[in-house]
């Protein structure tokens, strides 16, 4: 089981950072993504795999400032 | 016994202030807004970045007068927290943030405030000061167009990343920049620095 934005979320194995966002339907363009402490670098989605009982957050970037 | 808690209360956050630098990504709605209330609480320096010019059009909701449509806006958001507290030293660069040099200017502050515009580089710059410095805290926002909805508005907490966030909120380019909402989303940035510099209250 893993955590996105406080949701309670199967667990795939192997699955990356890209995959989740998928599967999660966010289809935002720009977000920031936290996986437990860290901060995951958008280049990185295709290639970070997601730990089982990790904490996640997504962060949508919306204009405006 | 009370005022004299308000005093040494006053006088504790007071000096903190004065030792603390704050950098200012963007000079728009929301970096012109947020450094104007960090100088009037008595911040030590400010390090202010944007490239842009004054516009007549950025009146509505950004820190600057009509007699100074076509200045550079750092030098004119300089002389104007010149007006209000003339003790902050306020360093500024008329530069545009871009890919790989977003940490030129914050690497000698203590906390960043991102006030940049587009989606794209609110993004770029904030990966990029998390990758280069992580130990320096940056207070960003996300979804500041529109009007009303302000208990929408929540501070996301993200280690050394702080959120001021309206997940529900349309973009710049679909909705309408106004002062209020610009203005109350800036001030709580800058209300959040302060959260960081003193600590809790």
Do not use: C
């Not at chain 2, 200045?71 to 306020?90: R, T």
């Amino acid at each position: 089981m893993i955590e996105v934005n406080k949701r309670g979320v199967e667990f795939i194995k192997n699955e990356t950072v890209d995959q989740l966002l998928k599967r999660m339907k966010y289809s935002f363009p720009l977000v920031i993504v936290k996986i437990n402490s860290e901060i995951i670098p958008r280049k990185r989605y295709p290639l970070v795999i997601v730990p089982d009982n990790s904490k996640i957050s997504v962060i949508h970037m919306i204009s405006g400032g | 016994m009370v005022k004299d808690m308000n005093i040494k209360k006053r006088k504790k956050i007071k000096d903190k202030l004065k030792g603390s630098s704050v950098g200012i990504a963007g000079a728009g709605g929301l970096g012109s807004n947020s450094a104007i209330s960090l100088a009037r609480t008595g911040i030590g320096r400010l390090v202010i970045v944007d490239f842009d010019i004054v516009e007549e059009s950025n009146l509505d909701r950004q820190y600057y007068f009509q007699d100074q449509i076509g200045k550079v806006k750092v030098e004119a958001l300089k002389n104007n927290i010149s007006k209000i507290n003339s003790d902050v030293k306020v360093e500024i660069y008329k530069k545009k943030l871009t890919k790989g040099g977003m940490d030129k200017y914050f690497k000698n502050v203590d906390v960043i405030i991102e006030a940049l515009d587009s989606a794209e580089i609110k993004t770029q710059f904030i990966e990029e000061i998390m990758l280069k410095l992580p130990d320096i805290p940056v207070v960003a926002a996300s979804g500041v167009a529109g009007y009303g909805h302000s208990d929408r508005i929540k501070t996301k907490y993200l280690g050394n990343l702080y959120m001021v966030y309206d997940e529900k909120a349309e973009s710049s380019e679909r909705d309408i920049l106004t002062a209020p909402r610009v203005t109350l989303i800036a001030n709580w940035q800058a209300n959040v620095v302060l959260e960081i510099l003193i600590g809790a209250d």
